[in-house]
């Protein structure tokens, strides 16, 4: 069946570092992709997605590629800040049926 | 006010006692569903429900049960805690006529059994 993996946190960074979280993803088809956030004592909400290959999302500075030929979605931001804190996962959604598959999540730490 | 309000946010009961989660939304989306985050484990999908007369079992639905009493409310039950349910539950909603892949989340419930 459809997977998602990620990699191991926590991961911890000072103030101002360059993120990367590792995502790849086990789907048939052409599954849409999906990062979503959780803060603190808060329900996860979406912060960007990409639905066909080479397609790139963003938002709040952070951005991820669409890559069918490695089956990744890395997430990126050039410069992150305290309040990026949080839960990080990584989502699919394969056609047909508008169900989520969920990676394990990884945890940020960003220090002043 | 949340669009997604679950009811309680934290609950502690025993083993053998049945208790039910409570889930509404003012977002008038048509698809609900119930997830459990586990530590290591992510979210995993309890039940969905596409509309009030469809109700669907996810991957983990031993143990749980649901009612979609209308199109703005839908409850989870378990019948008889055990402890392995100790987990933070979240409700979720997506619109059909919308981008039907975004889910909507609650802030969560937190359930210990004792």
């Known amino acids: 069946g459809d997977s998602v993996t990620q990699m191991e946190g926590p991961v911890t960074l000072s103030e101002e570092a360059f993120l990367t979280i590792n995502c790849t993803y086990t789907?048939?088809?052409?599954?849409?992709l999906f990062w979503y956030v959780q803060y603190p004592g808060e329900g996860l909400q979406l912060l960007l997605k990409?639905?066909?290959?080479?397609d790139k999302g963003s938002n709040k500075g952070f951005e991820a590629t669409y890559r069918k030929e490695t089956t990744s979605f890395h997430l990126e931001k050039g410069s992150v800040q305290v309040s990026d804190s949080a839960v990080y996962f990584c989502?699919?959604?394969?056609?047909?049926?508008?169900?989520?598959?969920f990676g394990t999540g990884t945890r940020l730490l960003v220090s002043p | 006010d949340a669009d997604v309000t679950q009811t309680p946010r934290n609950r502690i009961t025993k083993t053998g006692k049945r208790i039910m989660l409570e889930c509404s939304q003012t977002k008038g989306h048509d698809r609900m569903y119930w997830y459990r985050q586990d530590p290591g484990l992510g979210l995993r999908l309890i039940y969905y429900?596409?509309?009030?007369?469809?109700?669907n079992k996810g991957e983990i639905s031993d143990g749980y049960s649901v009612s979609r009493q209308a199109q703005a409310k839908f409850s989870l039950s378990l019948e008889s805690a055990i402890p392995n349910q100790t987990a933070l539950y979240f409700c979720?909603?997506?619109?059909?006529?919308?981008?039907?892949?975004?889910?909507?989340f609650g802030a969560g419930t937190r359930l210990s059994v004792l």
């Open positions: 789907a048939t088809g052409y599954p849409s």
């Open positions: 989502a699919l959604s394969n056609t047909g049926f508008q169900k989520l598959v």
């Open positions: 990409a639905t066909k290959a080479d």
């Open positions: 979720a909603t997506s619109d059909h006529r919308g981008d039907k892949n975004i889910q909507y």
């Open positions: 429900s596409f509309d009030v007369k469809d109700i």
